[in-house]
T-cell receptor
Framework: EDQVTQSPEALRLQEGESSSLNCSYT??????LFWYRQDPGKGPEFLFT???AGEEKEKERLKATLTKKESFLHITAPKPEDSATYLC????????????FGQGTTLQVKP | GAVVSQHPSWVICKSGTSVKIECRSL??????MFWYRQFPKQSLMLMAT?????????EQGVEKDKFLINHASLTLSTLTVTSAHPEDSSFYIC???????????FGQGTRLTVV
């Protein structure tokens, strides 16, 4: 069964304390893995797309990496404004464009 | 990134009435749009896939007659919650993709409260 599992469910960091969020997936034939940020009461905001193992993408304090079984979202020296829920999704194998989402990791960065 | 606009951002309606939510892709054409529902502290639950010019494809367990989806143009999809009841109160979000292999862009969501 195609599945996406994110860990941890919640993460509290002090400002400047780097860490990583994990997204494990099982899907037959990965056609894309996506990271989103969601603030309370808002729609998800696109961050990164990764297509193949070994690929890396960076944006400010965030860096996403991909292996054959999982993806990591590394947060370097986070700031309070990085507090949000981070969602990981993979493209479903069917040609429908559906995304399979993980449950998300809620990050809180304290000053 | 591309812009997807959802309207209204929030709506309060009386039980038994219908509510329409609009989703527009502002700077690209989207042959496929998606409608999600999100419960507090939970991830997105796909309700249906909306295809321009054809009937929507609903996920298992989603009532087609309650959640009417229309995708009349390449930039507009609508979700109508018919005969709304308090249990329909939720956060509804749409998304659109330029193609089936590119990232999805999401609207800002609509908070529906049925009283």
């Amino acid at each position: 069964e195609d599945q996406v599992t994110q860990s941890p469910e919640a993460l509290r960091l002090q400002e400047g304390e780097s860490s990583s969020l994990n997204c494990s997936y099982t899907v037959s034939g990965l056609r894309g893995l996506f990271w989103y940020r969601q603030d309370p009461g808002k729609g998800p905001e696109f961050l990164f797309t990764l297509y193949s193992a070994g690929e890396e993408k960076e944006k400010e304090r965030l860096k996403a990496t991909l292996t054959k079984k999982e993806s990591f979202l590394h947060i370097t020296a986070p700031k309070p404004e990085d507090s949000a829920t981070y969602l990981c999704a993979v493209q479903a194998p069917s040609n429908t464009g559906k995304l399979i989402f993980g449950q998300g990791t809620t990050l809180q960065v304290k000053p | 990134g591309a812009v997807v606009s959802q309207h209204p951002s929030w709506v309060i309606c009386k039980s038994g009435t219908s509510v329409k939510i609009e989703c527009r892709s502002l700077d690209f054409q989207a042959t496929t749009m998606f409608w999600y529902r999100q419960f507090p502290k939970q991830s997105l639950m796909l309700m249906a896939t909306s295809n321009e010019g054809s009937k929507a494809t609903y996920e298992q367990g989603v009532e087609k007659d309650k959640f009417l989806i229309n995708h009349a143009s390449l930039t507009l999809s609508t979700l109508t919650v018919t005969s709304a009841h308090p249990e329909d109160s939720s956060f509804y979000i749409c998304s659109a993709r330029k193609s089936l292999n590119t990232e999805a862009f999401f609207g800002q969501g609509t908070r529906l409260t049925v009283v």
